[in-house]
């Protein structure tokens, strides 16, 4: 069916309007037409579909992708992440090292993520390059631990084509120690769930996008499941029965599946709203009377947030995957404004993880295994395109190999083939348009959609989970006994403000342990050695006070030098109408101060922006990000120097 206008994915609940409004094809078309694309990243899609999807995906040829011990398991943490990260996740890295044997990996330290680094960087520098995964070199199932400005969306999907990706980010220790808890007690046998799969689909009155999405994409889904796996107990709620009530007894109320796949409105806030980090990405329910008979901001008592979730929720053992916009986690950038209005605007204070997801993982009575959705929005034409069967295809491979007990990272290859097919397609379609081709508007809003649908999709949580289900389930679902940390909180809270993509500086040498060096140098002057026995004690005496009086003035300057690379340091930019003399930033004429980064000598990092950042341009904040590369590295330089000279000093001290 084709529709003049075409609908998408999220509502605003600020105003009560769609993140994006109903538009044209050939509107669409036009902005497609206009996006520049990451040539170095298309090169490796294309490369990577071209020689190995056509004959082979995920993983290299013989290797089960069910069995660790044949995958491998890795978990990537970012460079200078917090030690108690690691400690509160041993409970999962002991299982998964006891299950993965020689091919586990810990990518930590000097092996960590480098911020700025991409896929290709990082899989070089561990000797890994394209091509199905070589768990010799690096394991197909990697976890990234830490919130997405320590360690980037763009790194995940990039390396998500290749590998089995997933992410967790939590706001305190406790939660990351609960999820560890959560996957052991699944895979240890103490949870045994039914095979019982729901299908949640909201159709809001008035609303063209729920309408199409419940009836193209829930009910055919739903069905195709139920015939082809019968043995599970298939059960679909559609429009009156898709209420935000019903959603809580499907997340840990006593009907909670094993397996829940919803569609509907994403929420959406913007930039500066209270609720946009604790609420974005919540589920708009059947409760919203839809556009036609409301307007104004939209009421909690319509959509089902992270908070919602009840206090003494069963949900060990679920999966979810959720249709919705911003559903996984939230840009910084807003990607799709880029291209249509021609600059950068931002979507949010910083990049996060969803509070949903973290809320069902990382929940006191024991979490969900994992969430898979959008980062960004979902664009729900892309199952309306007239090659929707395919698009429908893709989901219904991904739900039956959860279902007939897959890891949900494996289930979720052929999600990364279609965005590696659909990229290399679109790239050329996109070159042919520019050289003449006539562009079909409905064909390239499809295959543009659909494109970004499958890109955006990411797995919070482990990705080599899978359902625990049996023949003959538990009679209930467990309860998790409470985990205590007596560490403190890991990771910034919500209102903080957010850290720099910057690398930590360098450890530097204790400054009272080099003063004391540097008094022993002026002990060290009086004394000969038993070198005046053999030259004559006045001309040994003389040229060793000589000597070591250099060294001491030498070691005074270089206490200096380490006393002012022990402060920390601030890098500011600043904004003018023009590039004239009249901009005086250390007067403050002329210019406004929109970015400063200050970082302290252990390397902790904040960032201040203008209350006007959401207007400035991308390009200042990756110079500002290169300014504050640039003094890091000076400082490192010098830090370095100091310790070569330190050196020195200590080989000819007594």
């Known amino acids: 069916m084709r529709y003049e206008e075409l609908v998408f994915n999220?509502?605003?609940?600020?105003?009560?309007?769609?993140l994006l409004p109903p538009m044209s094809p050939d509107m669409l078309s036009k902005i497609i037409q206009g996006e520049t694309p990451d040539k170095e990243h298309l090169r490796d899609l294309r490369n990577w579909y071209q020689a190995v999807v056509q004959t082979h995906v995920g993983v290299k040829e013989g290797i089960d992708p069910s069995r660790l011990d044949q995958t491998g398991w890795g978990v990537i943490f970012a460079q200078g992440a917090d030690p108690s990260l690691r400690e509160a996740l041993q409970e999962l890295l002991d299982l998964r090292r006891e299950q993965a044997g020689e091919r586990y990996r810990e990518y930590a330290g000097a092996d960590a993520y480098v911020p700025g680094e991409s896929k290709?960087?990082?899989?070089?520098?561990?000797?890994?390059?394209?091509?199905?995964?070589?768990?010799?070199?690096?394991?197909?199932?990697?976890?990234?631990?830490?919130?997405?400005?320590?360690?980037?969306?763009?790194?995940?999907?990039?390396?998500?084509?290749?590998?089995?990706?997933?992410?967790?980010?939590?706001?305190?220790?406790?939660?990351?120690?609960?999820?560890?808890?959560?996957?052991?007690?699944?895979?240890?046998?103490?949870?045994?769930?039914?095979?019982?799969?729901?299908?949640?689909?909201?159709?809001?009155?008035?609303?063209?996008?729920?309408?199409?999405?419940?009836?193209?994409?829930?009910?055919?889904?739903?069905?195709?499941?139920?015939?082809?796996?019968?043995t599970w107990n298939i059960q679909t709620f559609?429009?009156?029965?898709?209420?935000?009530?019903?959603?809580?007894?499907?997340?840990?109320?006593?009907?909670?599946?094993?397996?829940?796949?919803?569609?509907?409105?994403?929420?959406?806030?913007?930039?500066?709203?209270?609720?946009?980090?604790?609420?974005?990405?919540?589920?708009?329910?059947?409760?919203?009377?839809?556009?036609?008979?409301?307007?104004?901001?939209?009421?909690?008592?319509?959509?089902?947030?992270?908070?919602?979730?009840?206090?003494?929720?069963r949900l060990l053992g679920l999966v979810t995957l959720h249709f919705a916009s911003y559903g996984a986690g939230t840009p910084r950038m807003d990607e799709?404004?880029?291209?249509?209005?021609?600059?950068?605007?931002?979507?949010?204070?910083?990049?996060?993880?969803?509070?949903?997801?973290?809320?069902?993982?990382?929940?006191?009575?024991?979490?969900?295994?994992?969430?898979?959705?959008?980062?960004?929005?979902?664009?729900?034409?892309?199952?309306?395109?007239?090659?929707?069967?395919?698009?429908?295809?893709?989901?219904?491979?991904?739900?039956?190999?959860?279902?007939?007990?897959?890891?949900?990272?494996?289930?979720?290859?052929?999600?990364?083939?279609?965005?590696?097919?659909?990229?290399?397609?679109?790239?050329?379609?996109?070159?042919d348009i520019k050289f003449g081709?006539?562009?079909?508007?409905?064909?390239?809003?499809?295959?543009?959609?659909t494109y970004n649908d499958a890109r955006s999709f990411m797995i919070i949580g482990d990705p080599a989970v899978r359902l625990p289900v049996v023949e003959e389930p538990a009679a209930e679902r467990p309860v998790m006994a409470p985990v205590v940390l007596s560490a403190p909180a890991a990771g910034p809270e919500p209102d903080q403000p957010l850290e720099a993509p910057i690398p930590e500086l360098p450890t530097t040498t204790p400054a009272p342990a080099f003063q004391i060096r540097s008094e022993a140098f002026t002990t060290a002057a009086e004394e000969d050695f038993g070198l005046g026995d053999l030259f004559g004690e006045s001309e040994v005496r003389r040229a060793t006070k000589n000597l070591f009086a250099n060294v001491t003035e030498i070691s005074r300057v270089l206490e200096r030098t380490l006393d002012e690379l022990s402060d920390s340091f601030a890098v500011e930019t600043w904004v003018a109408g023009d590039a004239t003399d009249r901009a005086d930033p250390l007067s403050g004429e002329g210019a406004s101060l929109a970015i400063v980064t200050r970082v302290r000598p252990d390397g902790d990092t904040q960032v201040v922006f203008s209350q006007h950042w959401e207007e400035m341009d991308e390009r200042l904040w990756r110079m500002h990000c290169d300014a504050v590369r640039e003094a890091q590295a000076s400082r490192a330089e010098k830090l370095q120097v100091l310790a070569s000279a330190l050196q020195v000093l200590l080989t000819v001290s007594p």
């Open 437 to 449: 081709k006539q562009s079909d508007e409905l064909e390239l809003a499809g295959m543009w959609t």
């Open 336 to 431: 799709f404004a880029h291209r249509a209005l021609k600059e950068t605007a931002a979507v949010a204070p910083h990049a996060f993880v969803a509070g949903l997801p973290r809320r069902l993982l990382g929940h006191p009575a024991g979490g969900a295994l994992a969430t898979v959705g959008h980062v960004e929005r979902a664009w729900g034409y892309s199952f309306m395109w007239d090659r929707a069967d395919t698009q429908l295809a893709v989901l219904e491979s991904t739900l039956t190999r959860l279902m007939k007990g897959d890891p949900v990272g494996y289930a979720l290859e052929d999600i990364n083939v279609r965005y590696a097919e659909l990229a290399t397609t679109l790239s050329d379609e996109l070159e």
């Open 120 to 230: 290709s960087g990082f899989l070089a520098r561990h000797k890994a390059g394209v091509g199905p995964a070589d768990p010799d070199k690096v394991p197909y199932y990697l976890l990234i631990v830490g919130d997405p400005e320590a360690i980037p969306y763009r790194f995940q999907y990039q390396l998500d084509v290749q590998y089995a990706v997933g992410r967790i980010c939590f706001d305190t220790l406790e939660e990351y120690a609960r999820y560890a808890r959560s996957v052991l007690m699944a895979e240890s046998g103490q949870v045994a769930l039914p095979r019982h799969a729901v299908f949640f689909g909201v159709q809001n009155p008035g609303d063209r996008a729920t309408e199409l999405s419940a009836k193209q994409l829930v009910q055919p889904l739903a069905s195709t499941m139920a015939s082809d796996l019968p």
């Open 10 to 18: 999220g509502i605003n609940g600020a105003t009560g309007d769609y």
């Open 238 to 313: 559609l429009a009156e029965q898709a209420t935000k009530a019903q959603l809580g007894r499907l997340l840990g109320g006593d009907q909670t599946p094993a397996l829940l796949f919803t569609v509907g409105h994403g929420m959406g806030f913007p930039l500066g709203d209270a609720r946009q980090l604790p609420h974005q990405g919540a589920l708009l329910c059947q409760d919203w009377p839809g556009p036609g008979r409301w307007s104004g901001p939209i009421a909690q008592d319509f959509y089902f947030a992270s908070d919602d979730l009840a206090s003494d929720a």
